[in-house]
């Protein structure tokens, strides 16, 4: 029985060795620490995106046509028939003739437009621009822990959980 228990003893002290020997890396080891609390640390970030921004302008354009000939058919008309009316005789059918000349005269030039015919368009135009937004944005975690009855703070960019991860390296002093 003795042998057993010197043999469990044993082996459990090398399995221990075995352990702290996997754990250390250079002159320290690693262990774990209580996370005691982890605050996020945000940062004001400037971020650029493309957004379309559109406008209605009122723009002028060449309809490529020259003034009515309606005035000029309507003036005539109607300078015929008051020209009809006034006239007796052979004057009658001379004041029809010079009505109907100065009716449509005076239609052609109520209705000439000089030059080219112009009318007054809508359109709509837009472009790409940068829209500048400022936004918060988690960098990271200010983190106190305990670890042999002292406390430390580190910085971590993920939240740490319940424990975290310390290297301890010890010197004689």
Partial sequence: MNRTI????????????????????????????????????YETVKVSRPVEECWTEQVVVDDGRRGSVAGTIAGGIIGGAVGHQFGRGRGKTALTVAGTLLGASIGQDLTRRPGRAYRVVHQEHCELVEQIEYQEQLVGYRVKYRYKGETFYTRTDEHPGERIRVRVDVDPV
């Fill in 6 to 41: 010197t043999a469990a003893a044993f082996g459990l002290v090398a399995v221990s060795a075995s352990a702290i020997a996997l754990a250390r890396h250079g002159d320290g080891f690693y262990d774990t620490a209580r996370v005691v609390r982890a605050e996020p640390i």
